[in-house]
T-cell receptor
Framework: DQQVKQNSPSLSVQEGRISILNCDYT??????FLWYKKYPAEGPTFLIS?????DKNEDGRFTVFLNKSAKHLSLHIVPSQPGDSAVYFC??????????FGTGTSLTVIP | GAVVSQHPSRVICKSGTSVKIECRSL??????MFWYRQFPKKSLMLMAT?????????EQGVEKDKFLINHASLTLSTLTVTSAHPEDSSFYIC??????????????FGPGTRLLVL
C-alpha cells in the first residue's frame, strides 16, 4: 500500500494567493521529508525538506509544515506565481536509503 | 493503492560487472515507466522513458548502451547498468505513469535502488 499519499491530484490557485499542498504518511519511522517540483518531461527537482525533529522549515516563498501526531505534511507557497505551476511530489525516507513518494499534485496558478 | 516496487533495494558490485535493477507495478498495468537517477542535491534526473513493447527513449547525455532498459511486460521494466564504474554509483528510482491518465504527470514512484560500485 502507498505509505505516502497526496489525496488531491490537482489544485488551482489565483496568482498572489496562497497554495497549500498536502501530504499524508502512514509510517511513523520516517524521519526526513522532502518536496519536489516537476515540470513535464523533466525529473523532479528538490524544493525543500524538513527533518522530523522540526515542525516548520521556511525557504523564501516556500514553507513546509510537519505535524507528526497527524502524520501530515504540507507545503505552503506564498505568494503563488504562474511559474509555480507544476506537479509537486512529497517524499519521505528513513535511514536515507529508500524514498517513498506520493503520487503528486498538479498545481495551476492562474494569472 | 497502486504500488511500484524495485529490486534490489541496495546492491554493491565490482567495477566492470553489470547490474540489473527491476521495477514492477504490483497491481496495475504500466504502459509507461520512467527511470531516474538521483544526484547529491537530491533532485532526480530523468534518464529514460520506457514504453512496453518498444525501445526506450533516452534523455540527452544518457548512454543507451551503458544503461540498457527493457520493458518486456506491462508490469516490469528493467534497467541494466553494464560495465559499471564507480561514477555510476547512485540512487536509481523508477516510476510508472497512471494507466488511466496517459497525459498526466502524476506517477507512482518506486522506493529506489542504491548502487555502489567498488
Amino acid at each position: 500500500d502507498q505509505q505516502v499519499k497526496q489525496n488531491s491530484p490537482s489544485l488551482s490557485v489565483q496568482e498572489g494567493r496562497i497554495s497549500i499542498l498536502n501530504c499524508d504518511y502512514t509510517n511513523s519511522m520516517f524521519d526526513y521529508f522532502l518536496w519536489y517540483k516537476k515540470y513535464p518531461a523533466e525529473g523532479p527537482t528538490f524544493l525543500i525538506s524538513i527533518s522530523s525533529i522540526k515542525d516548520k522549515n521556511e525557504d523564501g516563498r516556500f514553507t513546509v509544515f510537519l505535524n507528526k501526531s497527524a502524520k501530515h505534511l504540507s507545503l505552503h507557497i506564498v505568494p503563488s506565481q504562474p511559474g509555480d505551476s507544476a506537479v509537486y511530489f512529497c517524499a519521505a525516507t528513513f535511514t536515507g536509503n529508500q524514498f517513498y513518494f506520493g503520487t503528486g499534485t498538479s498545481l495551476t496558478v492562474i494569472p | 493503492g497502486a504500488v511500484v516496487s524495485q529490486h534490489p533495494s541496495r546492491v554493491i558490485c565490482k567495477s566492470g560487472t553489470s547490474v540489473k535493477i527491476e521495477c514492477r507495478s504490483l497491481d496495475f498495468q504500466a504502459t509507461t515507466m520512467f527511470w531516474y537517477r538521483q544526484f547529491p542535491k537530491k533532485s532526480l534526473m530523468l534518464m529514460a522513458t520506457s514504453n512496453e513493447g518498444s525501445k526506450a527513449t533516452y534523455e540527452q547525455g544518457v548512454e543507451k548502451d551503458k544503461f540498457l532498459i527493457n520493458h518486456a511486460s506491462l508490469t516490469l521494466s528493467t534497467l541494466t547498468v553494464t560495465s559499471a564504474h564507480p561514477e555510476d554509483s547512485s540512487f536509481y528510482i523508477c516510476s510508472a505513469r497512471f494507466p488511466e491518465a496517459q497525459d498526466s504527470e502524476t506517477q507512482y514512484f518506486g522506493p529506489g535502488t542504491r548502487l555502489l560500485v567498488l
